[in-house]
């Protein structure tokens, strides 16, 4: 991974260090504080710039005499709407984007309207530029990283420096952040990841260091599966020499008679489509069909790390759907843990039969307050909704609307799309109870979401659909990789609006 800035709080009267960063507001105007050598500045080359403070925009300019600095770095601030939490961490990645190759910056956060960038939204600057910073960069030699990026391994961090009225209440603020953030990158890492070096046991250690944070961690085997009799799972992993787990993950934050949340991750570590192969184009990229689990593993990792005061528990299926002589076959019948019988009409529609005998675990052995269930599960979902949203399934209206509220409060956003008994037909079995694909085309990512929906019995349940989120997403102000860590941030803020305790 690149090497990312190391995060400082001064004092907001301390000296600025290389470069030093000023926000700007309406028509460009900034902090009176700042001095005249520094406003002056600003004014005089904002106008043939035609910089008018706009958010997100920038003026750079090299430092008058008599400023301790050799740059500044004006970054505007002015929007017709109130700052959400994703436009703060927006503005710190333009920053980070703009100081590359900086030893150190310093940010004022004094607001031209007078008073200051209050802690929480100074905190998620910081992550901003964090978030930005993250490149997966691990497999790249010493030579084509100085190709690529002209930087030396050995350089030291970027000091970034934020000049805040309360150091101790930014601190705090910060740290969480940094959990979240920590969960993002890592989900990022996982789904980055080549599937060579990440099967379902590798994966699996990923796990287990989570321990050092808190998380408990129980790992079911191969022959465990097979006592719960998850026979759905275990077909899709037939066709590889690579063991199914599933992984458990506790964290025990809430009260002990509070019941938990509950977050379900799909794991395939790659999709081949099995003996329903898919094409070769772009085939590499189903390295990332295990986005869902790496979303939980990030959101776990972000609820322990800032200590959040909930009991939940995630819960990721670790397969690989790969094609030998003993792979499953289109038109074999598997036994779900529930007892239901399902026809594989199509062997890459794998994803809802590793989540089938999962959610069922889940709902049976921990009796959440819900489940969420995250999967890159269909193309479907992409040709619906693109690569900006994410697909929302639900039964239950109050979970689907604090997970849309969410999704707009954090920038990861989802779109509620319908379940109806109208779309059960279409998964009716001709051998079997139901079937693992719809009819034809129509509906395909509402037939997946159907089919989901048959083993979460009475529980509020919902599934997100992160196939055009997750990975190849268009990139943004703090994200410039190709997998986007989605679904980390959109639940942290569920559970932090609405099932912490105290």
């Not at 333009?94 to 004022?108: D, F, H, L, P, Y």
């Not at 002990?256 to 949340?261: K, L, M």
């Not at 990030?298 to 009991?311: C, D, F, H, Q």
């Not at 932090?496 to 305790?501: M, S, W």
Request: hydrophobic share 45%.
């Amino acid at each position: 991974m690149a090497t990312l800035p190391q995060i400082e709080f001064v004092s907001a009267d301390a000296e600025p260090e290389g470069v030093l960063v000023v926000l700007a507001g309406q028509g460009g105007a900034v902090a009176s504080e700042l001095g005249e050598a520094v406003t002056g500045l600003i004014e005089k080359a904002g106008k043939p710039a035609k910089f008018k403070g706009k958010a997100l925009s920038t003026l750079d300019l090299l430092a008058p005499q008599g400023v301790a600095v050799d740059r500044l770095l004006v970054v505007g601030t002015h929007s017709d709407k109130p700052a959400t939490e994703e436009d703060w961490l927006k503005l710190g990645g333009v920053i980070a984007s703009k100081v590359k190759g900086a030893r150190s910056v310093t940010v004022r956060c004094a607001l031209p309207e007078g008073g200051a960038v209050a802690s929480t939204d100074i905190a998620r600057i910081a992550a901003g530029a964090v978030l930005r910073t993250y490149d997966f960069d691990n497999y790249k030699t010493k030579a084509s990283k100085k190709k690529d990026e002209d930087a030396d391994e050995d350089k030291e961090p970027l000091r970034l420096r934020f000049a805040v009225a309360d150091l101790e209440a930014a601190k705090a603020a910060y740290a969480v952040e940094e959990a979240v953030a920590a969960g993002t990158m890592l989900a990022r890492d996982l789904v980055n990841e080549p599937a060579n070096t990440l099967g379902p046991v590798e994966f699996a250690e990923r796990i287990e260091a989570l321990a050092a944070q808190g998380v408990e961690v129980e790992v079911l085997g191969e022959s465990q599966l097979r006592d719960l009799k998850m026979d759905a799972l275990l077909g899709v992993a037939q066709g590889s020499p690579r063991p199914p787990l599933v992984v458990i993950m506790r964290w025990n934050g809430g009260p002990a008679d509070q019941a938990p949340v509950a977050f379900v991750g799909k794991g395939v570590v790659f999709d081949t489509g099995g003996l329903s192969i898919k094409p070769a184009a772009s085939m590499d990229e189903m390295k990332g069909d295990m986005g869902g689990a790496a979303a939980v593993t990030g959101l776990m990792r972000a609820l322990a790390g800032r200590s959040a005061k909930v009991n939940a528990i995630g819960i990721v299926g670790l397969v690989e759907n790969s094609v030998d002589g003993d792979a499953q076959r289109p038109g074999d019948i598997v036994t779900a843990m529930s007892g239901t019988t399902i026809e594989v009409l199509n062997t890459d529609a794998e994803g809802r039969l590793v989540l089938a005998d999962v959610l069922w675990y889940c709902q049976q052995r921990f009796k959440p307050q819900f489940m969420v269930n995250l999967a890159t599960l269909t193309g479907a979902i992409i040709v619906a909704l693109g690569n900006h949203h994410a697909g929302l399934f639900s039964n239950n209206d109050e979970l689907a609307e604090r997970l849309a509220d969410a999704g707009k409060v954090s920038g990861e956003k989802v779109w509620r799309m319908p379940l109806a008994p109208e779309y059960d037909k279409m998964i009716e079995g001709k051998f079997a109870d139901i079937r693992n694909i719809g009819g034809g085309r129509a509906a395909g990512s509402i037939t997946a979401a159907q089919f989901l929906q048959r083993f979460v019995n009475d529980v509020p349940w919902a599934h997100l659909d992160i196939a055009g989120t997750a990975m190849g997403s268009p990139t943004n102000e703090y994200n410039q990789s190709w997998a986007s860590g989605f679904g980390v941030r959109l639940l942290d803020r569920l559970v932090k609006d609405h099932y912490q305790a105290g």
